[in-house]
């Protein structure tokens, strides 16, 4: 039973556009969210993230929503850079001493010039 | 400075067979962590080692799976009696380990593919 679900696999989006990637969690135990990148034959990097005691996260082109009432969060990428095209995972931890991470199956987004 | 290393990048093996997988974690970091991830799907949590602690084993999928740590470097993954649906990309992370209960970020490393024919 996935608790981290990323329902879209894939996503295309033109250069300069805003990317919106989003993930819905059923845990409602969770209280810290990541978002991480990965490319082709390297291991995922951290990219932002946020604890449950705020709703947004800015860094950059980067921001992360969080909606706990509906379980939801959301990554934005403005604007969207061909580099930007990665398999993006999000993941959620109840925090506290546990850090085992509960990832998503990943959504992978293409930027196009 | 030195990232998250692991080998081999690749293996290939043959069911039945033995398989040992090496990580060695960012200097300084105390927690480490083994995950894999299979054809199509999300990154599983396998063990986690912090310090000194007593190992979390608690994603280990069977008794075939183990791990251990030198202190606070390097780790090794084994797997004994493959059988092919080890066949996944098993990667390491480590993380400084800071205190106050925040969750540390967790580096990774590129991964080892396993194949089990």
């Known amino acids: 039973d996935q608790q981290v679900k990323q329902n879209s696999p894939s996503l295309s989006v033109q250069e300069g556009r805003i990317s919106i990637l989003n993930c819905d969690y059923t845990?409602?135990?969770?209280?810290?969210f990541l978002w991480y990148k990965k490319y082709p034959a390297e291991g995922p990097t951290f990219l932002i993230s946020i604890s449950s005691i705020k709703d947004k996260n800015e860094d950059g082109r980067f921001t992360v929503f969080l909606n706990k009432s509906a379980k939801h969060l959301s990554l934005h990428i403005v604007p969207s850079q061909p580099g930007d095209s990665a398999v993006y995972f999000c993941a959620a931890s109840e925090g506290g001493n546990n850090r085992k991470l509960i990832w998503g199956l990943g959504t992978s987004l293409a930027v196009n010039p | 400075g030195a990232g998250v290393s692991q080998s081999p990048s690749n293996k290939v093996t043959e069911k039945g067979k033995d398989v040992e997988l090496r990580c060695d974690p960012i200097?300084?970091?105390?927690?480490l962590y083994w995950y894999r991830q299979r054809l199509g799907q999300g990154l599983e949590f396998l063990i986690y080692f912090q310090g000194n602690s007593a190992p979390d084993k608690s994603g280990l999928p069977s008794d075939r799976f183990s791990a251990e740590r030198t202190g606070e470097s390097v780790s090794t993954l084994t797997i004994q009696r493959t059988q092919q649906e080890d066949s996944a990309v098993y990667l390491c992370a480590s993380s400084p380990g800071a205190s106050g209960g925040i969750t540390d970020t967790q580096y990774f490393g590129p991964g080892t593919r396993l194949t089990v024919l």
């Open positions: 200097s300084g970091h105390t927690a």
């Open positions: 845990n409602s135990m969770f209280d810290y």
